[in-house]
Structures are given as structure tokens and as C-alpha cells.
């Protein structure tokens, strides 16, 4: 009888440890990776935010995202983006910024135009032709991506 119940106790704590190990696993996958995913997605806009402004140019906010923007199929992408005010025209904006590797466009609205529903917008209001977004798509590690790939808003 002794040993019975010798090998209940065992089942139920493997049977515990398993349930927590089981419980680790979705916590770690319903709030871990997606806390990575923004974090990939903040390193970029902060990049942004760091490069130099061209004369006559003031930054008026900026915003990233982490998620399925554009395109079909699955996979997670990784957006950075500033709203700039400008005197200069959008050719020698683009000019400046060539050489960091960002896009610029003009930004007549505070929903960034391509963008799926789940991509970014900005918060500021008023626009007109002196309103640039400059953006930039970032990576993840390549060992980690099929890992960050798992965050359903990557689907």
C-alpha cells in the first residue's frame, strides 16, 4: 500500500510540474514575445529619432509598430517612423535621409496611408505640405525571428 501511494505522489508532482512548466510557456508566449516584438519595433523608432535633422526642420512626433502592416502571409514586421515639420522640399528631404536608409514622404493625415489597419498613425491633428513622414523597417535576430513569429499579430 506503501508504495502506491509513493508513486501517487510522484505522478501528482510530476503532473504539477508540468502544469506549471505548461503555464510558463503561455505566459511566456502571450506576454513575453510580444514585449519583444515592441521592443524591436521602439529600437527602431528611437534610431529615427537620433539621426540628424536637416536646417529649418523640427521633429513633431514619432511612432513604431510591431506587427503584419503590409502584405499577405505571416510574419512579423517592424516599423519605425518620425513626423518632421519642413521648410524644405520633400526632394532634398529624401536627399538628406538617403543616406541613413529611411523613406520620406509627404504626411497629410495622421493615418499613415499604406498601412493596414493594425499599422501605425500619428497623434498630431493639423497637416499640410510642410508635414514629412521618414520611416524605416527593422529587423529581429535571425536565430530569434521563428520564435518572434509566434506573436499573433505577425498573422
Given at each position: 500500500?506503501?508504495?502506491r501511494?509513493?508513486q ?5 508532482r ?7 512548466f ?15 516584438n515592441?521592443a ?14 536637416p ?8 511612432t513604431s ?21 519642413s521648410d ?14 529611411c ?13 493596414n489597419?493594425?499599422g501605425?498613425s ?32 505577425g498573422?
Open positions: 500500500m506503501a508504495l501511494d509513493q501517487k505522489d510522484k505522478l501528482r510530476w503532473i504539477r510540474v508540468t502544469m506549471v505548461i503555464a510558463i510557456l503561455l505566459l511566456f508566449f502571450s506576454v513575453g514575445v510580444p514585449i519583444i515592441n524591436i519595433a521602439l529600437k527602431v523608432e528611437n534610431q529615427l529619432k537620433k539621426l540628424p535633422l536646417p529649418d526642420t523640427e521633429l513633431v512626433e514619432s509598430v510591431a506587427a503584419k502592416i503590409v502584405g499577405n502571409g505571416n510574419g512579423m514586421q517592424y516599423f519605425g517612423a518620425i513626423l518632421i515639420k524644405l522640399h520633400l526632394n532634398e528631404l529624401q536627399t538628406h535621409y538617403e543616406e541613413y536608409d523613406d520620406v514622404q509627404i504626411q497629410l493625415s495622421p493615418k499613415i496611408g499604406w498601412a489597419s493594425r501605425p500619428f497623434r498630431h491633428e493639423d497637416y499640410d505640405d510642410t508635414y514629412f513622414i521618414v520611416y524605416r523597417w527593422g529587423d529581429a535576430p535571425d536565430w530569434l525571428q521563428a520564435l518572434l513569429d509566434t506573436d499573433l499579430r498573422h
